[in-house]
């Protein structure tokens, strides 16, 4: 029988294109679509794009007998929620950023609240599939990776693992303004944002932690990490480029190597023989990847591409699941970018 599954934030754009995978998924069921505004509202006439949504799937307040609930809320409220779903025998993976950090005290940092329940942060499993399929399997809680994280640690990951570099860390990073999600703020209207870039967040972004985490899980220890986020006028997109220095005797050819044998067996990694473009990922769940050294400063320069609402948001979490109910990992993921 599929499972029933819920998304908790439907209206939004993470809510959105979950809905889009998950309405042609063949091991789930879509339950409820969950949201505090448009109750009652036809999931297709609050998503436009759901035309596969039936019209008895109408935003709702409550999970119903959903077994695996996907959260996609603001800071801070997935938290509240998840004790007494997890208390029900529900599982849930959490696409916002409630679960990714482990000290709880981070998110007063970084985050200006207090976590309201940090007896969950220890088990959450920080849901970057690539990195921890075998603690995914069967667990209940599920932290979603964000999109910068993403793309930062998958570009990065094989040369941690095959220690290639050591020292400072350094994330450019623009992402389309999907990535903002279904703010009304006059620095995302087209007016504001349109023939412009401008960095933001510097240099507190709510990311950098989790990126330096990773990175320390990874085996880097503490890392001494600059991440610099962009807004681009695009929609969709999420570009990493990240810069380390290389250890001695580190050649391009034992970097190339580690990169190929690292992601060979990997269904939504491909190591691109030039510098992929972001709009190479569209509406896909693949991460794009292409590393090589600037010989003159023994610099790594590696890049990394996503659509920042499939693989960085959406795509992983149905990654995850896929996972976490010993589906075939790609169930549901197959699509292949669109062009041009």
Known sequence: MPTKVAIVGATGYAGGELARILLRHSGVRLVAAVARGRQGTPLRDAQPHLHAAPDSLTISGDVRDAELIFTALPAGEAAKLAPAWLAEGRRLIDIGSDFRLKDAGAYESWYGYTHPAPELLGEAVYGMTEFERARLRGTRLVANPGCYPTASLLALAPAVA???????????????????????????????????????????????????????????????????????????????????????????ERVADAYASHYADEPFVRVTASF?????????????????????????????????????????????????????????????????
């Open 162 to 252: 095959h220690a290639l570099i050591d020292g400072d860390v350094i994330v450019d990073a623009k992402s389309g303004v999907s990535g903002a999600g279904h703010s009304v703020d006059e620095a995302y209207l087209y007016g504001t944002i349109d023939e412009s870039v401008r960095a933001y967040g510097v240099p507190r972004h709510r990311h950098t932690p989790e990126i330096a985490q990773g990175l320390g899980v990874l085996g880097m220890g503490s890392p001494r990490l600059t991440f610099t986020p962009h807004l681009v006028p695009m929609t969709r997109g999420l570009i990493a480029t990240c810069y380390a220095s290389l250890r001695d005797g580190v050649t391009a």
């Open 276 to 340: 992929p473009p972001t709009k190479a990922t569209l509406g896909s769940n693949w991460c794009l990847v292409h590393a090589t050294v600037d010989e003159a400063t023994r610099r790594l320069v590696v890049v990394g591409v996503i659509d920042n609402l499939v693989k960085g948001a959406a795509g992983s979490a149905v990654q995850n699941m896929n996972v976490v109910l010993g589906l075939p990992e790609t169930t549901g993921l197959e699509a292949l970018p669109l062009w041009p």
